[in-house]
């Protein structure tokens, strides 16, 4: 059973930078994609972006391209979500997850909270 644990959010200005971590469990770590994905109060998670196992091919939605970047460290099974020129909008819970749709996933984590305020 895969298991997710996302750290780093925060407060944070609009205009300023955080940088999340997403650690998971299991030695199958490489061979799978991993999603960055974001929830608002009352609404479903959104796909922010997908970093692939072989190559780190990534994408992202197009309302966070140029902002964000993922990366990924297979040695410390960890992926990144590096968040640049944040907005009140990115405000949210993110998650993620073994998977780049949203919809192929139940077993949410705690996720981190990133809130974009002044």
């Known amino acids: 059973q895969w298991q997710f644990v996302e750290s780093g959010g925060g407060l944070v200005q609009p205009g300023g930078s955080l940088r999340l971590s997403c650690v998971a469990s299991?030695?199958?770590?490489?061979?799978?994609?991993v999603g960055w994905f974001r929830q608002a109060p009352g609404e479903d998670h959104v796909g922010v972006g997908c970093?692939?196992?072989?190559?780190?091919?990534?994408s992202y939605d197009d309302s966070v391209k140029g902002r964000f970047t993922i990366s990924r460290d297979n040695a410390k099974n960890t992926v990144y979500l590096q968040m640049n020129s944040l907005e009140p909008e990115d405000t949210a819970v993110y998650y993620c997850?073994?998977?780049?749709?949203?919809?192929?996933?139940?077993?949410w984590g705690q996720g981190t909270q990133v809130t974009v305020s002044s």
């Open positions: 970093i692939s196992s072989t190559n780190n091919r990534t």
């Open positions: 299991g030695s199958i770590f490489d061979y799978y994609a």
């Open positions: 997850a073994g998977v780049c749709i949203a919809i192929q996933w139940r077993d």
